[in-house]
């Protein structure tokens, strides 16, 4: 039997905006092939299924139309967001193949997920020349302040720096190149940001892994910049951040990101997320 599937877009309250995930409140029975299918039909980046447990937990995987990925932001605060209304807000505690993330919906319907302790990196000389060819970027376009590098918070991002908003805004890749180099490191988005001020960042996120040119919302990745910049000192006092995605292809998403004094505690990501009306 096929499950009831929902579908919803996160970091907004726009339905045209953010991005779209599917959300499957009960996988229970459910294999993995049959998650697979479910989420190349829905075509969204991601979809969720989630399992309830006896422990009141919940169990948690993640399908992009290609493959499955460890963890997921954007459907996570999706899948919560349904799932707090239909039973209400509160907190939950998801277990992922990443790790257990927990995440609180407030009666306003807005999530907070903390991701998994995170983890930075370097970020081989030799990859970064594949990357920024892949891109048709160059080494003088990126921010000096901030040195490209690896970051994780339940999945492996590589973090780009643009000089400015017009190189971040011009985006043109070569999707081949970039996957197979994506799918060789196991890096689930390439996070290419512009800083336009301690408080705020702009963001694109490249995804050919799941067969999408870009993300309009990446949850996990903001997480991954939070700790990458707390790892680099260079966050504000109030270790607190907004991230502004999606808006170069239409689909204009808010990320907001709080890194506590001790990141193994896990990096916060707040969103809201707004159900798609069936056609």
């Known amino acids: 039997m096929t499950p009831a599937i929902?579908?919803?877009?996160?970091?907004?309250?726009?339905?045209?905006?953010?991005?779209?995930?599917?959300?499957?409140?009960?996988?229970?029975?459910?294999?993995?092939?049959?998650?697979?299918?479910?989420?190349?039909?829905?075509?969204?980046?991601?979809?969720?299924?989630?399992?309830?447990?006896?422990?009141?937990?919940?169990?948690?995987?993640y399908f992009s139309p290609l493959a499955e990925v460890s963890f997921c932001g954007h459907a996570t605060i999706a899948a919560m967001v349904a799932q707090a209304r239909a039973q209400g807000p509160g907190d939950f505690v998801l277990h992922t193949q990443a790790g257990r993330v927990p995440v609180t919906v407030d009666a306003g319907f807005a999530a907070t997920l903390t991701s998994v302790p995170p983890h930075t990196a370097p970020l081989d000389a030799a990859d970064l020349d594949v990357l920024l060819a892949a891109l048709a970027?160059?080494?003088?376009?990126?921010?000096?302040?901030?040195?490209?590098?690896?970051?994780?918070a339940g999945a492996w991002h590589p973090i780009i720096a643009a000089a400015s908003r017009a190189r971040l805004a011009d985006l043109h890749y070569d999707f081949d190149a970039l996957a197979a180099l994506m799918a060789a490191r196991g890096w689930t988005t390439i996070n290419l940001v512009w800083r336009e001020d301690e408080h705020t960042v702009h963001a694109r996120n490249p995804f050919p892994p799941g067969g999408v040119v870009e993300d309009p919302a990446t949850g996990a990745?903001?997480?991954?910049?939070?700790?990458?910049?707390?790892?680099?000192n260079q966050l504000p006092a109030s270790r607190?951040?907004?991230?502004?995605?999606?808006?170069?292809?239409?689909?204009?998403?808010?990320?907001?990101?709080?890194?506590?004094?001790?990141?193994?505690?896990?990096?916060?990501?707040?969103?809201?997320?707004?159900?798609?009306?069936?056609?």
């Open 6 to 61: 929902l579908r919803y877009s996160a970091f907004t309250t726009d339905p045209a905006g953010g991005n779209h995930a599917g959300v499957v409140l009960d996988a229970r029975g459910l294999s993995d092939d049959a998650m697979q299918r479910i989420a190349a039909d829905v075509g969204y980046s991601e979809t969720a299924f989630l399992s309830p447990r006896a422990d009141g937990d919940l169990d948690v995987r």
């Open 240 to 279: 607190a951040l907004t991230v502004h995605q999606g808006h170069d292809i239409g689909r204009p998403s808010l990320l907001e990101v709080e890194v506590p004094t001790d990141v193994r505690d896990g990096i916060r990501v707040n969103g809201t997320a707004v159900e798609i009306a069936a056609d």
């Open 221 to 232: 990745a903001a997480a991954a910049l939070g700790a990458y910049l707390a790892d680099r």
């Open 137 to 152: 970027w160059r080494r003088d376009e990126l921010d000096p302040a901030l040195p490209p590098g690896l970051a994780y």
